[in-house]
């Protein structure tokens, strides 16, 4: 067992630790292989992935904030761990907006810092991140979304490895009927590139990639690089009936904005901040 009152290193598995703390009313940082996890009084606040763009890139590449806005507001409040208050007292962004892009920030990270479940690596009590209080959330929440992700893609395609490693589409896998999603996927893989780095460039979210990634996989479309011959095609039922994948904020994505402006999770951002705004 940790406890919260100093640092410390072990070999815990993350989401173990993370009852742990979360029965023990803790705050501060805990660290993983994959990413960091910030919580208080229990609570996790905010989550951090290398994998996943973080809320600037959410709010930003989804047109719901300008990036000067996004600037100001760290340059202003950073230091004081408040850049998300800022963001709403300066009128950039309406508070609705910015919980719903803080919880797909949040979901998205958290999947991949826990998706193998490794050790903890290190909890640091009262570290705090510069984004501050937005929205808390259980840390029974955070695991079990975690684990509905992870058997999604289980159920999509049962091969990890898609995940992590650069992709290459089977020759004469000719596609048809893709939908756009997909197809935009599809058109980035390129041998090079890992789940990661596509999403990076489609700019969207990492798991909603994995989902498009996978269903490729498993249609026979595309294989990670060094396989020699394509996988057989998952028969139709095992993808016929698979769930789609959480709605979250907006699209997010350090890079170019989405090739369409009308992508789904855009548009559902759009409408609620609209909404928010009315009311």
């Excluded at 703390?21 to 805990?30: C, I, K, W, Y």
């Excluded at 100001?72 to 907006?97: F, T």
């Excluded at 050790?119 to 808390?136: C, E, I, Q, Y």
């Excluded at 909603?208 to 060094?226: F, Y």
């Amino acid at each position: 067992m940790i406890t919260p009152t100093r640092a410390s290193r072990t070999d815990e598995p993350a989401s173990a630790l993370l009852g742990t703390l979360a029965a023990q009313g803790a705050s501060g940082a805990l660290s993983t292989e994959s990413g960091i996890v910030y919580l208080a009084s229990g609570h996790v606040v905010h989550v951090e992935s290398a994998v996943t763009p973080d809320l600037g890139d959410l709010l930003t590449h989804s047109g719901a904030l300008a990036p000067d806005g996004w600037w100001a507001a760290i340059d202003k409040a950073g230091r004081r761990c408040k850049v998300g208050r800022q963001l709403v007292d300066s009128g950039h962004l309406a508070a609705g907006a910015l919980e719903l892009c803080h919880l797909g920030a949040l979901f998205d990270a958290a999947y991949f810092v826990l998706a193998h479940d490794g050790p903890a690596l290190r909890f640091r009590p009262g570290v705090t991140h510069w984004l501050g209080a937005v929205r808390s959330v259980p840390v029974d929440s955070v695991l079990r979304e975690s684990r509905r992700r992870r058997e999604l893609l289980h159920r999509i395609w049962p091969e990890p490895c898609v995940d992590l490693v650069p992709l290459a589409r089977v020759p004469d896998a000719a596609p048809s009927d893709l939908p756009a999603r997909r197809g935009r996927t599809l058109a980035q893989v390129d041998g090079v590139r890992t789940a990661a780095q596509i999403a990076t460039v489609l700019a969207c979210r990492t798991f909603h990639t994995l989902v498009e990634l996978r269903r490729l996989a498993a249609a026979g479309m595309v294989v990670p690089v060094g396989t020699a011959t394509a996988p057989a095609p998952a028969p139709a039922t095992a993808t016929a009936t698979v769930p789609a994948p959480a709605p979250a904020s907006a699209e997010p994505g350090p890079a170019p904005r989405p090739v369409a402006p009308d992508e789904p999770d855009t548009a559902l951002l759009r409408r609620l901040l609209h909404a928010l705004e009315a009311l």
